[in-house]
């Protein structure tokens, strides 16, 4: 029997032990490469978008981005796993798995709370009282910023004062939601407008409303589509790299003479 030039505790272990300064040492590893692979493939999305191709252009870097997401997953957590597994030092393809697959884990945690507190920053970004996100809507939606434009202007010319946002809103809201009778409402309420002359006002606004509520029914669409692909993005992703980080642990450790060869640990002798 030959021995070789590093050593294992394995066999004066019952059980063997997880070391987490290697999975950590794993982890930062596949942050590393996760980082400089997310940055080439901005690098390459960017280089591919084609501005007088809009619709087409978004459909690939949708799709090239999903397909890069679950490569980059994967390679990083294989090498994570890989050196998780060489960190540890010992020849055990289980634990390496087992340090592989707990790379894994600790990159989904800490991606998830990473998440989660930017999309808390970013709600707690719009206060109470501003309109931000109408402003948006009626940005990407021009039915809907005309609609808007008319009934500010029907109200401050029949108050002969700066209307109020609350009505405004209600009243909008109304209209979107097709309950007319409730729109007329309002607006009689608050101008003083004889009913008449209401009635006709909510007519002419019939066809910018329809206009606005399709647009609002796709955008809805569209975004729901992106939210689906989205997740199923992350659950590709999310399996790719559990596999590729326990096949990087399982490699690793049987692999770990090809990395400490050169290596002599006095007193703790290992039998190949």
């Known amino acids: 029997m030959a021995t ?3 050593s294992s505790t394995i066999e004066s272990d019952p059980f063997a032990q997880m070391r987490w300064s290697a999975v950590f040492a794993g982890w930062f590893v596949a942050t590393g490469i996760a980082i400089v692979l997310y940055g080439a493939g901005l690098a390459l999305g960017f280089s591919a978008f084609d501005p007088h191709n809009v619709p087409a252009a978004a459909k690939g870097v949708g799709i090239g981005t ?3 997401m679950v490569l980059t997953w994967a390679a990083s957590l294989f090498v994570g796993g890989l050196f998780a597994s060489w960190f540890d030092g010992r020849a055990d393809e289980t634990m390496g798995s087992l340090h592989g697959v707990t ?3 600790v990159a989904i945690t800490t991606s998830a709370l990473w998440l989660a507190l930017t999309l808390g920053q970013l709600s707690h970004q719009h206060k109470p009282g501003h309109d931000d996100g109408g402003a948006m809507a009626a940005v990407s939606n021009e039915p809907l910023a005309v609609l808007r434009t008319d009934v500010h202007r029907t109200l401050a010319t029949q108050r002969d004062s700066r209307p109020d946002g609350q009505t405004e809103k209600a009243l909008i809201a109304a209209l979107l ?3 007319t009778d409730t729109a007329r409402a309002i607006l009689i309420a608050q101008t003083e407008m004889p009913t008449d002359v209401a009635t006709a006002r909510v007519t002419t606004w019939l066809p910018v409303v329809n206009a606005a509520s399709d647009q609002i029914k796709n955008d809805a669409e569209r975004v729901k589509h992106y939210a689906a692909v989205g997740m199923l993005g992350l659950l590709l992703s999310g ?4 596999i590729a980080a326990a096949l990087g642990g399982w490699i690793g450790a049987r692999q770990i003479h090809r990395v400490y060869h050169l290596r002599r ?4 002798p290992y039998r190949d």
């Open 177 to 179: 939601a097709g309950h």
């Open 103 to 105: 790379v894994w884990g």
């Open 66 to 68: 999903i397909i890069w």
């Open 4 to 6: 070789t030039a590093y």
């Open 239 to 242: 399996i790719a790299g559990l």
């Open 265 to 268: 640990y006095e007193g703790r």
